[in-house]
């Protein structure tokens, strides 16, 4: 079902963005693709941010500025969703920025199909050390290694999909899908990683999805310093979404061993990066993560090979049960290839640093077991 112009409501929730928020708006007012509502959200922000919103939107009159009280990041999306007239939603944050072709082409790619599209899903730019003398723009992490048998496909037959950064913004989403299924933000104070639960509930509820292996959309990663003070300011924060997208997992019935794998290995990964910092031992993180692991089939952890043998003993021990033999051949093939992939996809000097970093840190990333 072709559309020969579409309108796409560009939602950018802000608050207190003004260091990169021109170079966001340039990015999404210089797009080749014209027929954009451009909805600025701010956020209850207390620097400059609405004064840049308003000054651009004096220059180009498809922004439109809302100005409200602070709420955080999902409840702003939410009153950008119900502003919007467009046929597709996309979702932009303040301090990324995003090529020019972004839209052009995932619109171009999606009319190659007959049948409605719901989700138009490409890869993305990784900005590695961002506003540091070592900035580098990187691949994503699955860049590469989406591969459904058929387009458009359901996300069973690309659930590498869900292992990794929610990246909602690599993404345009038809708005009547998310209104007739009902799919909005879960509204959580501050930024609250209220992307996580809003990938499963989109990618779950669609067989129309299709995927671009092309890049435009680039995220400004946070920098070591920030995730590491972010880990002991907000601990547990990660399994908390972690649980909200395993109760739109269970409300929708998605039992595809594929999808649960996926959804296992982003929980370990959270984990992981909340004991780099705060030890296991702590009552509450150990607490958390027992109560994770409760929400996660046995069967399923035990037999992955993509689950290092340190992470299975940690989930043997907090789940009261017995280990069985792992097959440690199969986890270290994994790895060989990972660092293949990485290097192919990433470089000599970021493998390096990544594969230094993952071994410095493995014993505590998996409670030293």
Known sequence: ?????????????????????????????GQTYRNLEIICLNDGSTDNSLEIMRKHAAQDERIRVIDKRNQGYGASC??????????Y???????????PRMYEDMLAFANQFEEPIDIIKTAYWRIWLPDTPKQRK???????????????????????????????????????FLEQRGIRFKEIPGAGWADNPFLVETLCQTDRIVYLDN??????????????????????LPLERWNDMMDVLERLQVTDPAILRAHNSRGFTYLSGIIEEVDLSHDDVREAAAH?????DADLVFSDPEISPGCKRMFAELRGLLCPRIDKM????????????????????????????????????????
Not at 78 to 86: F, I, K, P, S, V
Request: glycine letters at 6%.
């Open 292 to 296: 994770m692991f409760e929400r996660m």
């Open 89 to 99: 939603i996309s979702i932009v944050e303040p301090d990324d920025w995003l090529e």
């Open 78 to 87: 939410n009153r950008g969703l119900d502003e919007a007239h467009g046929t």
């Open 138 to 176: 990187l691949n994503c992490s699955y860049k590469d290694r989406i591969h459904p048998p058929a387009q458009p496909f359901a996300i069973k037959d690309a659930a590498h999909l869900l292992c990794h950064h929610p990246s909602i913004w690599s993404a345009i989403y038809r708005r009547g």
């Open 330 to 369: 199969a986890y270290l093939r994994g790895l060989v290839s990972q660092g293949v992939y990485n290097l192919k996809n990433t470089g000599v000097s970021n493998t390096f640093f990544a594969t230094s970093n993952y071994l410095k840190k493995r014993k505590k990333r998996t409670g030293g077991r």
């Open 215 to 236: 890049a435009y959309y680039c995220y400004r990663e946070e920098t070591p310093e920030k995730s590491k003070a972010f880990a002991q300011r907000s601990t547990l």
């Open 1 to 29: 079902m072709a559309l020969d112009n579409p309108l796409i409501s560009v939602i950018i929730p802000i608050y207190n963005a003004e260091q990169y928020l021109g170079q966001c708006l340039d990015s999404v007012k």
